[in-house]
């Protein structure tokens, strides 16, 4: 522990160097902590109270169970008192004020929240892989892409400790839904595709989806359906929804990367630039409507929408988000003649 020097005021931390992601190290700063007192839940107390999540269970994709209040990363008593909750009792005054509180929030706070999150699951599955019991069946350690798009999200992500400007950037998209209420059954859900950096929760009549690490990309490339998305939804329409975000993430072919600028003297924050390499290439891949299929028939497994019925028109998959005019469908009931 002595020789542990506590990063200066306006100094990104870099878990990478040395890949130091475990129970010992600050998942903010990198100063020493001893588990399980220095940590901090990944879905915070209030989240896991109101939904009544903490011995529920989640499989991780090594197969094995844990509950989610046992889902917890390393945090220093500093960075959680500081940061951490401050950011979680934020977000959880905004929730109590319902969809509209949380689209209120602004989008730094909201990437980071659910960065905080999505961070925590990340880091549990590589931790458990690397223990030696543990069988993995797709090993996340060995896709090069995920690191690189993990390593671009921590840049930013670090705004949660130091105070941070994004020039010009958003790093991540963002979409808050809205669930129409006859039909919405499911209070609290969650999803992800970690490969992606992409992943949904549900609370209550709010759902949002997130692409973490595309620099805004995947949401300027879907402005129009969400804005046509942006009213109460049937929820097999927010699970269109999803399976579009989720393919589109996963067609992307670029990783942003991050820099911060030169701290002068007397700066009160990091401003931090975004480049795009490679922008002579192809932004996304070519969308293929098969796969983009697949994607579908996962979101749409609630309600047992056989494949061939969503690509029973090959050229134009199976939408509920958009009539046969193309112009946005309103759905109250499903199956309709239900
Ligand atoms: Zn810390």
Redesign the pocket.
């Known amino acids: 522990m002595s020789e542990f020097q506590p990063l200066p005021a306006l100094t990104l931390y870099d878990p990478f160097d040395g890949m130091r992601f475990s129970y010992q190290h600050?998942f903010?700063?990198?100063?020493p902590t001893r588990p399980p007192q220095d940590t901090v839940p990944v879905f915070a107390d209030w989240l896991m109270t109101r939904y009544h999540l903490h011995e529920r269970q989640v499989k991780l994709l090594d197969m094995s169970i844990v509950q989610y209040q046992d889902l917890r990363i390393a945090?220093?008593e500093?960075?959680r008192t500081h940061h951490v909750e401050p950011l979680e009792a934020h977000v959880a005054a905004a929730a109590d004020r319902g969809i509209t509180g949380l689209r209120g929030l602004d989008d730094q706070t909201m990437f980071l929240w659910l960065g905080k999150m999505f961070y925590g699951i990340l880091v549990t599955e590589l931790l458990t892989e690397l223990d030696p019991l543990a069988r993995p069946q797709y090993p996340l350690a060995e896709n090069a892409q995920l690191f690189r798009r993990f390593q671009a999200f921590f840049q930013p992500f670090q705004a949660l400790?130091v105070p941070m400007e994004y020039e010009d950037f958003v790093p991540g998209s963002l979409f808050i839904l809205e669930a129409e209420a006859q039909e919405d059954t499911i209070p609290f859900e969650y999803d992800d595709d970690l490969g992606t950096l992409t992943f949904s929760i549900k609370l209550d009549n709010t759902v949002i989806i997130a692409c973490l690490a595309d620099n805004g990309i995947v949401r300027q490339a879907m402005r129009r359906v969400y804005q046509d998305a942006y009213r109460p939804l049937h929820p097999v329409q927010i699970a269109e929804f999803k399976a579009r975000v989720y393919y589109a993430a996963y067609l992307l072919n670029v990783v942003p990367n991050y820099f911060p600028r030169l701290v002068k003297p007397g700066d009160q924050e990091l401003v931090m630039d975004a480049l795009i390499d490679d922008v002579t290439g192809d932004i996304f891949n070519p969308w293929e409507n098969n796969t983009y299929g697949q994607s579908l028939l996962e979101m749409w497994k609630r309600w047992q929408i056989p494949l061939e019925e969503i690509l029973r028109n090959p050229a134009e998959p199976l939408t509920f988000l958009y009539d046969a005019d193309g112009q946005p469908r309103v759905l109250h009931n499903y199956p309709e003649n239900s």
């Open positions: 600050c903010l700063c990198g100063m945090c220093c500093h960075c400790r």
